[in-house]
């Protein structure tokens, strides 16, 4: 990952710098530091856009994205189908410049190094700045120890995010049991928060050092989940990650039951052993990254989470709903 790793290493502080001030009104941001260079290579990203209208008609707002394909050989047999990560920036990066959402992991994975590996498209809104994948209020929980609740309705800058994967999903040749979902901090409360609206849509879901409503638990139990985060997060707590491990997992328990008592008898009467069940979630906790747990998780391998993300597919049935 040697792109990935030198952009990293330019600018590991700008989500902490963005994110955790930028919700806090409590608190004066301090100077964010530059983005290095954008890549020319980036510059062949092919890019799209999703205009969000009002009741009247009139237009409400544009958000733009970047949609990275796999090589074309990937999809050159008529059927050909690939996965699609839909990938969730943290609040550094938003802007209006369709290319600083690239920055952490999604610029990487336009590189042969992963599209050799594992050839997919990836969408990468960007969302603008005030604006957040999910409402939020760190300052609450801080503070008085209170969870993140889940909005009725999604956030604009979401509802445009949804529709892009709505036009993607249905222009490319795009694997619908294998669709796939992560962000990292702003983009990991995202995460779980796109989830929980969508549940029948995603293979699985990997928030990164963000934070989630545990009463959405039982909506996402059938999901795998790999929720990453940093035990020393001095901007998202950790405890924001471990509350939803914990609800998570409790519901995907009631589900398994749930699933077991409807599961009808074999044919010939005889008792069948009991499935194995991978724990849901996957959680794992890096020591001594501050709030940059994303550059340890995505990479290859097991102590990353791309290969276990790649593995992951939906049932067919479960892939063609599309809860909205």
């Not at 610029?107 to 999910?134: F, I, N, R």
């Not at 892009?164 to 779980?192: N, Q």
């Not at 990650?241 to 009631?254: E, L, N, Q, T």
């Amino acid at each position: 990952m040697t792109m990935l790793t030198s952009l990293l290493a330019a600018c590991a502080v700008l989500c902490a710098g963005g994110f955790a001030f930028g919700q806090d009104a409590k608190q004066t941001p301090p100077a964010a530091p530059a983005l290095p260079p954008i890549p020319a290579a980036w510059a062949a990203i092919p890019t799209g856009e999703v205009v969000l209208k009002k009741a009247d008609g009139s237009i409400d707002a544009a958000y733009r994205y970047r949609l990275i394909e796999p090589r074309a050989e990937a999809i050159a047999d008529p059927g050909a189908r690939v996965p699609l990560v839909v990938f969730m920036h943290g609040a550094g990066e938003r802007g209006g410049d369709n290319a600083a959402q690239l920055t952490h992991f999604a610029g990487w994975c336009a590189t042969d190094e992963l599209q050799s590996k594992h050839p997919c498209y990836v969408l990468a809104m960007q969302c603008p700045k005030g604006e957040t994948w999910a409402a939020l209020d760190l300052t609450a929980y801080r503070e008085k120890g209170e969870m993140p609740k889940q909005s009725a309705e999604p956030t604009r800058p979401m509802r445009a995010l949804m529709q892009a994967i709505d036009e993607v999903m249905a222009t490319k040749a795009v694997d619908p049991s294998r669709v796939y979902l992560t962000g990292l901090s702003m983009g990991g409360f995202g995460t779980f928060d796109l989830a929980a609206r969508r549940p029948a849509m995603f293979a699985c879901a990997i928030p990164i050092c963000g934070g989630g409503d545990p009463t959405t638990a039982s909506a996402v139990a059938r999901i795998p989940f790999y929720i990453v985060h940093g035990s020393d997060d001095p901007v998202v707590p950790v405890g924001l990650s471990r509350a939803m491990r914990d609800a998570i997992a409790g519901a995907s328990a009631d589900a398994a039951r749930e699933d077991a008592a409807k599961a009808k008898p074999p044919a010939d009467g005889k008792p069948r052993p009991m499935p194995k069940r991978m724990p849901n979630p996957m959680y794992r906790e890096f020591d001594k990254v501050g709030h940059d747990s994303w550059t340890p998780a995505y990479r290859f391998g097991d102590d990353g989470v791309i290969d276990w993300m790649f593995a992951q597919r939906r049932l067919a049935a479960g892939a063609a709903a599309n809860n909205k």
